[in-house]
């Protein structure tokens, strides 16, 4: 199985940047499919961006449209969320996660906190 471990979360304005890290160990991270989710506090966890095994195909909430980019780094066995132009709606805590072909995300990090202040 692979073990997750986000970081780079933290307290931003609105309008500003991060970029989340997710870093992979145990098995080939190419194998698997990759997506970051976020939860914030009384609203159901929701899918934020996902990418495919090669990082060739990519899929994002409408929300992130435009704002967020998701990317992978095989060799590294890390996938990235640059968050450009984020909005305090934006926070939430951010999860990656990870699946292998047909099945659901099954392996999940510990979540990363981002505060997006007014």
């Known amino acids: 199985q692979v073990q997750l471990a986000e970081s780079g979360g933290g307290l931003v304005q609105a309008g500003a940047s991060l970029r989340l890290s997710c870093a992979a160990s145990?098995?080939?991270?190419?194998?698997?499919?990759m997506a970051w989710f976020r939860q914030a506090p009384g609203k159901e966890r929701e899918i934020v961006a996902a990418i495919n095994r090669s990082g060739g195909s990519t899929d994002y909430a409408d929300s992130v449209k435009g704002r967020f980019t998701i990317s992978r780094d095989n060799a590294k066995n890390t996938v990235y969320l640059q968050m450009n132009a984020l909005k305090p709606e934006d926070a939430a805590v951010y999860y990656c996660?990870?699946?292998?072909?047909?099945?659901?995300?099954?392996?999940w990090g510990q979540g990363t906190q981002v505060t997006v202040s007014s």
């Open positions: 145990g098995r080939t991270f190419s194998s698997y499919a």
């Open positions: 996660a990870a699946k292998l072909p047909g099945y659901r995300y099954s392996y």
